[in-house]
């Protein structure tokens, strides 16, 4: 079965410095990949998504991701945080553009000043 | 102009009650979805409706049963409601399926006393 893992259940970094965010998932082809976030008492909103192509993707907020397939991974990146990102972020794989969505089960990001 | 509304925002219950979830899109999507988000903030489907046709039915009880009465509007309605239902329930919309972008709503959260 396709799985999502996110290892990190809490990530803690200084406002300014660079960020990264693991997401490993288990599938045998490419399946599509997102990157969600939630913030407090929000719903969930779309930072970036990958089908195919270049393997680095630019998102919203100075986020971006890259797909390495040999690693199975779609690690988020962001080169300085700021206070307003601190939120739940949610890494997702589709198998395939009519299948459904399988959420991992997140990494909350606390920022200090 | 709010995209995925729901209502009510919050919901308290007691057991064994029948309640209603309310959501309404005006994107213009036709897929509609209902997520579960646990007290660890796993999220995971339930249902999904495209065209007010459903196609995604989750391993979910069959005290829970959504209604589309057409392509801007899903409703989840819980019959019998148990203290394991209490959670924040969210709606989500996209134009087409699951490897498009989906648009949460802000959640309700159900607590069952």
């Known amino acids: 079965a396709q799985s999502v893992t996110q290892p990190d259940i809490h990530i803690t970094v200084s406002e300014g410095a660079s960020l990264e965010l693991r997401c490993n998932y288990s599938?045998?082809?490419?399946?599509?990949l997102f990157w969600y976030v939630q913030s407090p008492g929000q719903g969930l909103q779309l930072l970036l998504k990958?089908?195919?192509?270049?393997?680095l993707v630019q998102g919203i907020k100075g986020f971006e991701a890259e797909f390495k397939r040999s690693q199975s991974s779609f690690n988020l990146r962001k080169p300085s945080v700021h206070w307003s990102d601190a939120a739940e972020y949610f890494c997702?794989?589709?198998?395939?553009?009519?299948?459904?969505?399988?959420f991992g089960k997140g990494t909350r990001l606390h920022i200090l000043p | 102009d709010t995209a995925v509304s729901q209502t009510p925002k919050y919901l308290v219950t007691q057991m064994g009650n029948d309640k209603s979830i309310k959501c309404e899109q005006n994107?213009?999507?036709?897929?509609m979805y209902w997520y579960k988000q646990d007290s660890k903030k796993f999220l995971k489907i339930m249902f999904s409706y495209n065209n007010k046709e459903l196609i995604i039915n989750e391993t979910v009880p069959n005290r829970f049963s959504p209604k589309s009465p057409d392509k801007a509007h899903l409703n989840l309605h819980i019959n019998s409601l148990e203290l394991g239902d209490s959670a924040v329930y969210f709606c989500?919309?996209?134009?087409?399926?699951?490897?498009?972008?989906?648009?949460f709503g802000p959640g309700t959260r159900l607590t069952v006393t």
């Open positions: 599938y045998g082809a490419t399946p599509y």
């Open positions: 997702a794989v589709a198998p395939n553009r009519d299948d459904k969505i399988i």
């Open positions: 989500a919309s996209s134009h087409g399926r699951a490897a498009y972008e989906q648009y």
């Open positions: 994107l213009g999507h036709d897929t």
């Open positions: 990958y089908f195919s192509g270049d393997t």
